[in-house]
């Protein structure tokens, strides 16, 4: 018997505390029990705040992914504007020697001094070759020269009139450049042996 009562006093224990947290809860005042409700709608609601949270982390990707895709169209636009307009400076700045010989044309027909028309084509010729040396193009020396195969070509082997110009170039056949350091044409020699 005396483990009956034990027992009914534990439950009596429990049923006094359980009376005990009521009245705690009366006594609060209404807005702790309105933070009590609101967090336990929040506990009771996991899923909604996860979908919240889903969301806008879908919509912060949406925005993310559009931008970097303008960002991509809008540098590959640029550099096609910049490799289709790449040559327009330079085309600009040798419109003026094209200028100089259409206006030496028009002069072949009207004048009869052959010197003059001499003069006029070393002009255009010394601005052309001033137009290309400001945009870094220089002549390849070669005449008399031996051969190097990083800038000439060797096109023929003649007999060397001279016993000093063995193994050199006698001629240029066509003359080469470099740009900036960079052969963009061979000269074309002929080589003395």
């Known amino acids: ?60 990707y949406l925005r993310l992914s559009a931008e970097f895709d303008n960002f991509r169209r809008r540098t590959l636009k640029e550099k096609m504007d910049l490799t289709k307009y790449a040559a327009e400076d330079t085309l600009k700045s040798i419109l003026p020697v094209v200028d100089d010989f259409e206006r030496a044309m028009k002069s ?6 052959i010197d003059a028309v001499k ?3 070393r002009l255009i010729h010394g601005k052309f070759v001033e137009f290309l040396k400001t945009k870094g193009v220089t002549e390849i020396e070669a005449m008399g020269l031996p051969l190097d195969t990083d800038k000439h070509e060797a096109i023929t082997l003649i007999p060397a009139p001279e016993e000093h110009q063995k193994g050199k170039i006698i001629d240029v056949i066509e003359k080469g450049y470099i740009l900036n350091e960079k052969v963009i044409r061979f000269s074309k020699v002929i080589i003395g042996e």
């Not at 933070?35 to 982390?57: A, C, G, M, S, W």
């Not at 072949?108 to 001094?113: E, I, N, P, S, V």
């Open 1 to 60: 018997m005396s483990k009956k009562k034990e027992y009914l006093t534990e439950e009596q224990v429990t049923a006094e505390a359980a009376g005990a947290q009521e009245n705690a809860h009366a006594e609060q005042p209404a807005s702790e029990q309105q933070q009590e409700v609101t967090t336990e709608v929040t506990e009771e609601n996991p899923t909604e705040e996860l979908q919240k949270q889903l969301d806008e982390q879908k919509d912060k």
């Open 108 to 113: 072949l027909d009207a004048t009869t001094d």
């Open 119 to 121: 003069e006029g084509l």
